[in-house]
């Protein structure tokens, strides 16, 4: 009843078009979840998200949920998520991508769930990680546990979007380190972002990562860019 009555005056929109959210619509409307461009690439082994990274970094699993194009849903989405903090909308993805995952054979060993972390004052500028939400959805879900600790930003660095790819990929391996002990060893992490674009953030991220002895690399994004 008292959420009836604050809809009212505060009524909930769609993340991906604006539009006023009906009965039984959750985050994101009816038409925009039919029209979001899926990658399907929990279905294929060798897709596009792990020929992104193959030569760079050996990792056993990577995929996206959906396709990210200029002025698309999906960029929509993002943005709302990362900008405005419409932090449902990574709880909504997590929940969508974890039950298509579940079926992933690849991932069915993994021990930690690992974000590309902000740095500390980015962290405090937005006030929130926008791949939280997203990441502990999946970990709900498949059981598995989410552990923000191990890898860390070390440089502050302005928004990737805005940069060119020359800049997204300049110095970008002294960004990112590992704290961790013996207990962290021989394990299969699962590193999350929100978008797979050059790759560069998620390759240093997984370089960190490997320095862990043992240590196995799988990779999940909301979304991929797609020209």
């Known amino acids: 009843m008292f959420e009836s009555f604050i809809n009212l005056f505060f009524p909930k929109v769609c993340s991906g078009c604006d539009s006023f959210l009906v009965a039984n619509e959750l985050v994101i409307c009816t038409l925009c979840r039919h029209n979001i461009p899926l990658t399907n690439h929990h279905l ?10 193959y030569g760079r970094i050996p990792v056993i699993h990577a995929s996206a949920l959906f396709y990210f194009r200029k002025k698309g849903i999906v960029q929509q989405i993002i943005h709302n998520l990362k900008y405005k903090g419409h932090e449902k909308v990574g709880t909504l993805i997590g929940d969508w991508y974890a039950h298509e995952l579940k079926t992933v054979e690849a991932l069915q060993d993994v021990d930690a769930i ?6 500390p004052k980015k962290l405090r500028e937005r006030g929130y990680n926008q791949v939280t939400t997203f990441g502990k959805a999946l970990s709900s879900n498949l059981k598995i546990s989410y552990n923000d600790t191990i890898l860390h930003r070390n440089i502050y660095s302005k928004t990737q979007s805005k940069k060119n790819l020359l800049g997204r990929t300049e110095g970008i391996e002294s960004v990112f380190d590992v704290v961790f002990d013996e207990k962290d060893h021989n394990k299969h992490f699962l590193l999350i972002d929100d978008v797979i674009t050059t790759g560069a953030t998620l390759e240093a991220c997984s370089r960190a990562l490997l320095k862990i002895p043992g240590a196995k690399i799988s990779i999940v994004c909301m979304a991929m860019a797609q020209s």
Do not use: R
């Not at 294929?44 to 990274?53: D, I, P, Q």
């Not at 690992?114 to 740095?119: D, N, R």
């Open 114 to 119: 690992i974000p590309v972390p902000l740095h």
């Open 44 to 53: 294929m082994e060798n897709n596009e998200a792990f020929k992104k990274f």
